[in-house]
Each structure stands twice: as C-alpha cells, then as structure tokens.
C-alpha cells in the first residue's frame, strides 16, 4: 500500500531513534510519486513537499487507532476533500475508484486513495493487517497481505536483523 510507504518516510518515534526522514526533498517526493504509480497533477514544489509532509502523521492513525477512530479518519479525509467516487480505467490497471479530479493537489489525493483503501480493509473485517514492525529498534508500518496473517516485521530489513540474532542467540545458548 502507498500510503504504508508514505507514512514510513517519516522519521522513527521510538525513544531515542535517529533516523532520519526519508521525504527531506522534492526529489525525494519525486521518486516516491513514481514508484507508487500516483498519477494526476504534481507541482514539484517546496509547498506541495510540506503537505505531503504533513500528511503523514495522520495516516499513520490507520495503524495506531481503533476501528471506531479509523472510520472517523477515513470519514473525515473523505469529507474533506469533498470525495466523489468514479470508476475509471487507466495505464492498464483495470477498473479502479477514482475520488478526486486529476488536478486536485497530490496531498489530497493521496489522502483520499489512502481513505478509499482503507475502507475496503474496514468492510472485509481485516483492520488487523495494518500493523506495526515488531523489530523492537523499528516503529515502520506493515501492511499483512499474506495469506496465514504472519508478516510480522517491515521492510526495512528487520525480519533479517531479527532472525539472526534469534540464530546468534541460540548458537551462544548451545555453547553455553
């Protein structure tokens, strides 16, 4: 999901994280924009950059609330941009929703689309696919689209660091 990818742009939250923020730049923004396949009006701006920027940490509330407040955000950023559905037929993707025009701003439609998407997940009862890592140095968000439910970690390398170590661990217990 693109909104998963915007949303771990943003710098970590963890107490004493480091990391740094992945959308420091138009650039930046740029390449996120294509490999995500967004498509519509794009300004290349320091303005459009802040939006985007901003935008951020309320999608992150798809994985940090519960299901009443996540219908209340998708509620809210639908009504905000004055949402209206369409289907439409584009760059070989089949018949998809639409809800903005194509010259609405990039943060409302990336807004909007997170919101379209979200209720799907809402509607299939499958809210709990939205997580978080569970690496304990990673607060990235994960979107479990397995089949048996099992994605545990981001990615970000995490589930590489955490088997390792878990291998490290039990090498060091043997020898023990």
Known sequence: MAAAALVNTMPGRLDGDSSEDTLASVDDLERLYAEHGWTGRFDRDAAELDAVRALRPRLRGFWELDEAAVVTLVNDLLAEARAVPRLVDHDGLGWHIHATPQDAPLPQR?????????????????????????????????????????????????????HTAAYRARKAAATA
């Open 110 to 162: 990336m807004a909007v689309e997170a919101a379209i998407a979200v209720v799907d997940v809402v509607r299939a009862g499958e809210l709990d696919r939205l997580r978080v890592c569970e690496a304990e140095d990673c607060d990235d968000v994960v979107v479990d689209l397995s089949r048996n439910r099992s994605r545990r970690f981001c990615e970000g390398g995490c589930a590489a660091r955490a």
